[in-house]
């Protein structure tokens, strides 16, 4: 009995003694930070100084009867399926493009990817001057073009309408920079799925689309989960995207712009702390489930 229990600690104790590092790395740095957080968003520190003052839930109540608040987390949805709907739809556009076999495939890979590899700051930058709704002279970027091509009736004030949607413009740029990374999730699911399913229902009569919608659809259901999640995780915490294009702009901010604006600019950390904390909530709702329905599957 002790023979065996010495072997099976030998096969997992160095791995465990290998990656130990990284796990206590992560536990301070990661989890110890998020509790610490936490611990602080049921104080009421204000300024330099930490306090340590206990007020139970009142930066909680606060920020729900704050009217900043509401019309940030409504920007928040807004940008979320705007960002998601756009990043998926012409991701699944560019991998349905490759997986036809179309020619310079490697090219046209390396182009649709390119974006991701921009930092959102640098995105946000050059979405700045296309978004520009400056009219006459000092029109340029998309309104600019639109004069050149006949089509300034389009002309739009993008992220400085005074509409609720001007949110959505923002949400542009992110789903453009994002849809290289869901071209590539997708165009892997539809490689991986076996030539003879589709031959099978070519030969039974279906017609291409058919083949799609019955076939590959079902079996890439995994891959779109694992897109929406990844979609939303980023969606939730996106700050410096924003930030670029239109800093401090109510018709724009979201959650986690006015988290930092709060806690940096107005010196309200236990605000701040709160905000984050339930950023960090909304991200384990999204998240934990998934994660759950995926061991569940591989259980199965």
Do not use: C
Not at 76 to 83: A, D, E, R, S
Not at 88 to 104: H, N
Request: aromatic fraction near 14%.
């Amino acid at each position: 009995m002790r023979g065996r229990t010495r072997r099976s600690i030998g096969k997992w104790l160095p791995g465990l003694i290998l990656v130990s590092p990284s796990l206590i790395a992560l536990g301070i740095f990661v989890y110890g930070f998020i509790g610490w957080n936490a611990r602080y968003s049921f104080t009421d520190w204000k300024g330099l100084t930490p306090s340590d003052t206990f007020v139970g839930f009142d930066n909680y109540r606060e920020l729900f009867a704050d009217e900043t608040f509401r019309n940030d987390s409504r920007n928040l949805i807004i940008f979320t399926l705007v960002f998601m709907l756009g990043s998926l739809l012409l991701g699944l556009f560019m991998a349905l493009l490759l997986d036809k076999g179309v020619w310079g495939e490697g090219f046209l890979r390396a182009v649709f990817l390119f974006p991701m590899a921009i930092s959102f700051i640098a995105t946000g930058i050059i979405w700045r001057w296309l978004l520009n709704s400056d009219s006459g002279e000092g029109t340029t970027g998309i309104n600019k073009l639109f004069d050149v091509v006949g089509l300034d009736f389009l002309h739009s004030e993008w992220h400085k309408s005074d509409s609720i949607f001007a949110v959505a413009s923002i949400a542009l740029p992110a789903g453009w920079a994002l849809s290289g990374y869901v071209m590539a999730l997708f165009l892997a699911g539809l490689r991986g799925i076996p030539e003879e399913l589709r031959e099978a229902a070519r030969v039974d009569g279906a017609s291409e689309l058919r083949v799609y919608w019955h076939v590959v659809r079902p079996l890439l259901l995994p891959v779109l989960m694992s897109a929406v999640v990844i979609l939303a995780h980023i969606s939730l915490k996106t700050f410096d995207l924003i930030y670029a294009i239109d800093p401090g702009g109510p018709r724009t901010e979201t959650p986690a712009l006015y988290m930092w604006l709060t806690s940096f600019r107005g010196g309200f950390f236990a605000r701040g702390a709160s905000i984050a904390t339930m950023l960090f909530a909304a991200i384990a709702l999204v998240v934990v489930p998934y994660i759950w329905y995926s061991m569940r599957q591989e259980r199965r």
